[in-house]
């Protein structure tokens, strides 16, 4: 599976934007597919998570009520859509799948997008 996100940008805090991540290769319906963020000098963090079908979602606490993560399977495409913005939103932005849904260990990553939150 190959992943490209896409969908970053500059905006004000109490924005919004909505990221895209496409793929491509294997059937893309059969993945569960996350959201993850990563400012420098810090680690990776978990944003949200979808299963293959869309009926389960899980967010972080600090994006739940705020960030909704959808998909659909007709093409191929799993959206972020990012209310409510804050500045400490900013990062870049990484979706991933795996054909787990509870998977600590996702099996493919796209490139990122930037984000970046002002105040």
């Known amino acids: 599976v190959q992943l490209q996100a896409y969908g970053g940008g500059l905006v004000q805090a109490g924005g919004y934007l909505r990221l895209s991540c496409a793929a491509s290769?294997?059937?893309?319906?059969?993945?569960?597919m996350g959201w993850f963020r990563q400012t420098p000098g810090k680690e990776r963090e978990f944003v949200a998570r979808?299963?293959?079908?869309?009926?389960?979602?899980y967010y972080a606490d600090s994006v739940k009520g705020r960030f909704t993560i959808s998909r659909d399977n007709a093409k191929s495409t799993v959206y972020l859509q990012m209310n409510s913005l804050k500045p400490e939103d900013t990062a870049i932005y990484y979706c991933?799948?795996?054909?787990?849904?509870?998977?600590?260990?996702?099996?493919?990553w796209g490139h990122g997008t930037q984000v970046t939150v002002s105040s």
């Open positions: 991933a799948a795996d054909r787990s849904y509870s998977t600590q260990a996702w099996a493919y």
């Open positions: 290769g294997r059937t893309f319906s059969s993945y569960a």
């Open positions: 979808i299963s293959w079908s869309g009926g389960t979602t």
